[in-house]
């Protein structure tokens, strides 16, 4: 699918095989809060007096002011502001500005981005809209300065891989599980450079939750694109969303993959990721009765409404564990309103959980630092040394069902053990 | 600044291992101006890194090198590093550096070459890094002209800033 992508978009209108260099076309640009780089600080200091002279397309760039909402700090409130006066400054239409939440959820949330569609982004994982059929993947901000100004950019033609799923949903989220297992067995750039193609019978039953999660963490994988078909859900998903026409990708029958791996979840144990790389993953049982001193829940990866769900449905009638810090961050308005109206929240609240605004916060060190040989168990994207402030502190990745299990029993444990209803 | 892959660079090696993340090259959440950034990069993996790096050394790493954020090299850069020289790279990370012009090169098989502290020639215009101490050597990847042409002037916003004024005069 990404020479189809690639070949369509590119501005010869030659047909381009992997590993060709291509200039090409673009359908969308999401820059998020770091906007004012690209758009001013940037292009001022390569000769650009006055900051970038427009943008190509004001209808095609979409800024939201995610990561640091409300304002974490002086710095970044001036930060923020200096986005608002850019996007002002060239007219850009698509601004989501005083809404806490991820860029990433809330372009899927606001039908910013459709199947078959090119985009780029201000961020690694601009690559989340593969779950809804869409080529996207991060840039730095020098090649965001570029597309800005043209709405073109150079790409070389990454191979494909195709990852194929089988087996049957559980009535509680795997996508997590299926990533971490994926990298701990293939190693974490198994997809290095490459456009992973999910497949396989499982696909058809993930949500739309589930497959942002593995498109999202196709990134940790190495991956330059991470797209899923387009089928029933995507459609039902967009529908009102947005309204414009749009074109879906498919693999040809006679596509040429790089690699194929397959997967039965239905035979796939409860994994964790341990400190400092994403792909130093094991079996949960292999950790079980390390002392957690803070969960947490959220992220581009796991801050969606399924993940908040299990979360509440696990500790409906349970307490999260004295002295554990049980912190759980929506990725958008969105996703929160619904977790208040469906009373998640409440549930989550009386168990002893901390819900804290939409946002990266907890992703980063910015909400809920670690202190010197903490541990934290997280389903979040990232576990690397000091991703949460101390380098002396542990973070062990999981999906939200492994997170909720380790905030009750206070330990790392067998998410079977604490939820025998599951 | 332009950098001129025709130029041949010799220096001391500092070797990492395998998916080096930018959270330690870069490490912004925490230290957030270019001047703390300098005292703490990659003090994640080697402690002493930021104190002893001198101009001219050559950092030698395996595989998935910059793996996680949009971040690119140039605290690498601002320490003195004159070559990045690694197994793979991560896209984004290969990609950062190319649009700001750092010299970033794919080795396969660097790490058998080269142990840390030993001096390393990267010859790019003979597509090749050598230990002049062994004389073992590995092939470089050679860029694509396109490439070539953004490391010739200086990064892609120099690039934007001449197609730009080219397309403005016509
Ligand atoms: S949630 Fe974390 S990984 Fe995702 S965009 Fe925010 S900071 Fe990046």
Known sequence: MAEKLLSQHNLTGETVKAGDFVEARIDGLMCHYHAWDPMYDMPAEFGFTGGLPRVWDRERVFVLVDHHQPALSQKLADENARTRREVNRLGIKCFYDAEPGIAHQMVADYGLVRPGELVVGLDSHTISYGALNVGSTGFSRADILYALLFGELWFQVPPSIKVILNGYQPNYPIAKDIILYLAGKYGEDFAGSMSIEYSGSLVSQLSIDSRMCLSAHGVEVGAKYAIFPCDGKTRDFLKGRTDKPYEPLTPDANAVYEKEITLDVDNMPFVVAKPNQFGNVCPVNDVVGIKVDQAQIGSCANGRYEDIEIAARALKGRRVAKGVRFIISPASQQVYLRSVKDGLVETLLEAGAQVVTPGCGICQPKVGFLSDGEVCISATTRNYKGRKGSLNADIYLGGPLTVTAAAVAGKIVNPKEVFNEL | ?170
């Open chain 2, 1 to 170: 600044m332009s950098f001129d892959l025709n130029r041949l660079i010799r220096g001391r090696v500092w070797k990492f291992g395998d998916s080096i993340d930018t959270d330690s090259i870069n490490p912004y959440y925490l230290y957030p101006t270019m001047e703390e950034l300098k005292k703490h990069t990659m003090e994640a993996y080697r402690p002493e890194f930021p104190k002893e790096v001198k101009p001219g050394d050559i950092l030698v790493a395996g595989r998935n090198f910059g793996c996680g954020s949009s971040r690119p090299g140039l605290v690498l850069r601002e320490v003195g590093i004159a070559a990045i020289v690694v197994e793979t790279a991560s896209r984004l990370f290969l990609r950062n550096n190319i649009a700001r012009a750092i010299p970033i090169f794919m080795a396969p098989g660097i790490t058998g070459i080269v142990n840390d502290g030993d001096v390393l020639e990267v010859d790019y215009p003979k597509v090749v890094a050598r230990n002049p101490a062994t004389g073992a050597s590995v092939a470089l990847r050679k860029f694509p002209s396109l490439i070539e042409r953004i490391f010739k002037a200086g990064g892609l916003p120099h690039v934007a800033r001449e197609r730009y004024i080219a397309e403005a005069g016509r």
